[in-house]
């Protein structure tokens, strides 16, 4: 139990910290305004034919205020231009700040530059040591991707391999099977047949050697009757 | 016609940012991500024309975890999810090796497949509470349901994660023993 509560809060730890660029490009939003915007105005115009006529003296009042305070604003804008004096000379004007303005600025902004760069250093270099390994950390984790599909596309195919000589293992055992197997059942039949052959010779060979014996015993029967007379007339 | 007057610039503005990282989560790539953003928007202003809305930040993000969740889904059937998962990266870490970080990209993405598995109110809540750390109020608030309902699909989507991340581990662990173990029997039934 605990080894799947661990997979699950690893895993929702690994997609939490996946990292997400953290705002979306400026296109993208733009676009997305944009359609808005034309989806919206679809709506206005389809709800403004619909508008009463109260609906537009009202915004008509809106316009009459707009109209009146636009203008206010150009009449104070000529009003003021008349009463202001002539204008000064922009020439004279900055012939007489530039040496002010060069004391007074370049000189502290050139030793504000110096004293920025030389504390910035250590942390230029700071930064650039951080980028450098997590550049190097980002190319070893794409090897180490590349290189485990690499690994899985080729156990794949051993796979595939061993499977296909197995296949071909298994072929050949049921080939030499179903050979030994016909071997059998010829030899079967020759012993069957040479089996036979020997039960009729030997049938025959009895019924030879029966006549003998019979043959025999009929040629010495005769013999047998004399001898016995003979035995018993003697004593 | 909308029940209130909006400033889309602004709530784009302002909120574009929550809705991508949503969506690039779960999608993990840029093109996905666009399109889920711009649907988000479109739909909340559909959703505006239809009620008026008092949590722009809750909906957007409703919004777009269930399109993301939909892109997930079709990804899933057209069985692309490998590659297209392949942009997602884990965020640099100096303490962690470039394993343990692949290791990292490949169980979450293994997650985000598996969510896609889940029914599509599981889903949501399950992202919504673990992802964009909402409140069960919150999200039982924008799903339209109760706060208990919200809870319960919580709890069955986190024992369907467990059992699918498990099965999905052990098949992987178990793929190599087996194989040993099928050889063995074959070359006992050979010799026998």
New interface residues.
Partial sequence: MKRRKDILTKAIEALSKSRVSPEPPQELVDATVAKLAEMDKKTADAASKRITFIQRMRSQKGWVRYAAAIILIVSAYFAGRLSSARPPDAEELYAALKPVMEREMLEPMYQQWQLVLTSSNAALKNQLYDEFRSALNEYAVQTLAASGAATNQLLRELIQSINAAQMQDRRWVASALEQVEMNRMRDRARFADGLETLAVLTEDELQRTKQDVAQLLLYSQPIDSNQEMHENAIP | ??LQVIN??II??KH??A???TA??LL?N?TD??DC??DT??SA?QVC?RERVRNFAALLVKLATARAIDQLRQRVHRSQASAAW?D???????STT??Q??Q??E??A???DTVARLPDQEAQVFCLR??NGMSYRLIAKQLGVSTNAAGVALHRA?TK??RL??ND?GEQESEATH?TAK?HL?QGH?SS
């Fill in positions: 016609m909308c889309w610039q784009v503005q574009g940012p809705v991508w990282q690039y989560r993990g840029d991500t666009a953003f711009q928007f479109v202003l024309r392949a997602c990266k884990a965020e640099p870490d100096v470039p394993f970080q692949l990292t990209q169980l979450a293994k997650l985000l673990y992802l986190r994660l467990r991340l498990e581990t194989e050889g074959d050979r």
